[in-house]
């Protein structure tokens, strides 16, 4: 019974990002994936996504312990993020 709700939660978290994806690639210019940027031209509020996440380019602010913002909903509070601005499954967006 566990096993099964665990998979329908994780089944409607993927959904979502798949949502967010779509209304980006839709709605924001597309930067190009983690191999093809060059990360010196990120800027604050660039978003990524990569699979089964979404994090934000924050970029130097004292005090913080990295570049990007982190968080999930309902999971935990934002905080400074792991992941790698240069992952060849990371895409990049900008507003336009």
Request: include cysteine; charge should be positive; glycine fraction near 8%.
């Amino acid at each position: 019974m566990i096993r099964i709700i665990i998979t329908e939660v994780r089944a409607v978290r993927l959904a979502r990002l798949a949502l967010q994806r779509a209304w980006a690639e839709a709605n924001w210019q597309t930067l190009g994936n983690g191999s093809s940027i060059n990360v010196a031209d990120l800027k604050p509020g660039d978003v990524a996504h990569s699979p089964g996440h979404t994090f934000v380019y924050v970029g130097n602010i004292e005090g913080f312990d990295s570049n990007i913002a982190s968080a999930s909903q309902c999971e935990y509070a934002p905080k400074a993020g792991g992941e790698s601005l240069t992952s060849p499954s990371v895409t990049w967006f900008r507003k336009k």
